[in-house]
């Protein structure tokens, strides 16, 4: 009712129409129009059918409005009415295994499908005191993920990642053999050539029958793609509200960025950053916050964005990192190797991860991204032969465990593992290298460097050996 109540008093109880005045570029000025922004109002063209824009400003006494459509064909003193003075989208159950535009429309060939709910596409966050503590972990299905770097159901994770790395690979991971009963894919920009690609081989029939997949290509206009990315997200707080546990998946913030950029740009908006307009990152905590956990469900989002030329501090992927609560790092140098999923665990975090491990695996985290860094700063000493075995134990550790941890981190497509199948063998891995450095400690008697600066690794119990170390197997989810 009291939604209803809202949608009431937004009623303009009067026709409103103005005039086509000029047109420059991408945006079309209206005279004698007082619609609000955001509204959506028609194009009456002489020839041809009419096309739909949003009002997204003013300028002195005309309205500025950025088509949804192909403007050609509009004329000076072109009709321009009132269609809607808010968005909404039609949503239900209904849309579970559907592609939809940035409407709400079905676009797979399939009977269109009218939902029985209309929810606002543009809607504030949940009140800041009004969230729950993200207290349980969300199962990925994913090693790397769900041992190194733990996430909770209701959080948001940034995937950053140059082009080519396998975003791709790991959104359709994260669709198949996540714990969430919903997904909701938002592929906003994306090459029309990709999404058939993405739902056929990476999202398949096993994640696509619980899935609701929203699409704005490159090629439409910017208002559609802005559109899309708060369809997805309106779609993924419905099935929230329903109690569900939502994932959303949206490629990518930065396409995402980049259509707020055209339209602040034609709105007449200074350039900051980059040629960035202030609204982008003004609009970007608004769809971020929208996601999280509220007392009825959650939404555990994963963003990606698009890192340009590899640089990881470009103002999209700064302001992004700031807003979310974590970030997972693809790293080119990985996948190159063949190495899949490529993330680079050194650069990525979860802050939750500490509140939602037990202690033995922080212990377990700790040791292991301890070894991996130790690893990483000696390569090019071991790779050259250079390093002289019995000088650092760490390092002889680190050059012992290390095929071992690859083996745990490489996951191929088609594989999937429960969180405590993975949990289980990251242990079995920490506990290696706590025996491989007991071993070193009783056979050494004079260390080559200094005491204060070899820090044993936490823990030293006796555990199973490397060669103990149980394998990633696939199993069934």
């Avoid at 509200?241 to 995402?256: A, E, H, P």
């Avoid at 103002?315 to 997972?328: E, F, K, M, Y």
Wanted: proline content about 6%; some cysteine; aromatic content about 4%.
């Amino acid at each position: 009712m009291n939604a209803l109540m809202s949608q009431i008093k937004e009623i303009i109880p009067t026709k409103i129409c103005g005039r086509i005045v000029s047109t420059e570029g991408h945006t079309a000025t209206a005279a004698g129009l007082p619609a609000p922004v955001g509204a959506i109002v028609a194009i009456q063209r002489r020839t041809g059918a009419e096309v739909q824009a949003e009002v997204v400003g003013f300028r002195e006494q005309l309205t500025l409005l950025y088509p949804l459509g192909e403007i050609s064909g509009v004329r000076p003193n072109d009709t321009v009415r009132l269609v809607q003075s808010r968005r909404m989208l039609r949503v239900g159950p209904q849309l579970l295994g559907r592609i939809v535009d940035s409407h709400g429309e079905c676009i797979d060939g399939g009977p269109q499908i009218i939902p029985p709910n209309r929810v606002p596409i543009v809607s504030a966050p949940p009140a800041a005191v009004a969230r729950p503590r993200i207290d349980r972990p969300f199962d990925t299905g994913i090693r790397t993920i769900d041992g190194l770097l733990t996430c909770g159901h209701g959080q948001r994770m940034g995937i950053f990642a140059g082009s080519g790395v396998g975003k791709s690979m790991i959104m359709g991971m994260l669709a198949r053999y996540s714990s969430a009963d919903v997904n909701v894919i938002g592929l906003i920009g994306e090459r029309g050539r990709e999404v058939n690609e993405f739902i056929e081989r990476d999202l398949g029939p096993q994640g696509k029958e619980r899935s609701v997949v929203v699409v704005s290509t490159s090629d439409e206009p910017a208002v559609r793609r802005v559109q899309a990315a708060f369809a997805a997200t309106a779609i993924a707080e419905y099935f929230r509200d329903c109690g569900k546990s939502v994932l959303l998946v949206m490629d990518s913030l930065t396409r995402f960025a980049m259509a707020q950029r055209e339209i602040g740009l034609a709105a007449g908006e200074p350039p900051t950053t980059r040629g960035y307009p202030p609204s982008v990152f003004g609009m970007l905590p608004k769809l971020v916050e929208r996601a999280g956990r509220t007392a009825t469900g959650c939404i555990t989002a994963f963003y990606t964005v698009l890192v340009e030329g590899d640089d990881d501090n470009e103002p999209v992927s700064d302001t992004v990192r700031g807003l979310i609560d974590g970030h997972t790092v693809l790293s080119r140098k990985l996948a190159s190797r063949g190495h899949f999923p490529a993330i680079d665990v050194l650069r990525s975090i979860s802050r939750l991860a500490n509140d939602l491990a037990s202690e033995e695996q922080r212990e377990n985290v700790s040791l292991v991204r301890q070894v991996m860094s130790t690893f990483e700063e000696y390569e090019d000493l071991i790779s050259i032969g250079a390093y002289r075995q019995g000088s650092n134990p760490l390092v002889d550790a680190a050059i012992a465990i290390k095929p071992a941890i690859d083996i745990f981190l490489k996951q191929s497509f088609s594989e999937s593992q429960a969180g405590t199948k993975t949990l289980e063998q990251l242990a079995a891995i920490a506990n290696a290298i706590r025996q491989h450095w007991q071993k070193t400690n009783s056979t050494q008697s004079q260390p080559s460097v200094d005491e204060e600066e070899i820090k044993p690794p936490i823990g030293q119990q006796t555990a199973d050996s490397p060669s103990s170390i149980p394998q990633p197997t696939a199993t069934s989810r």
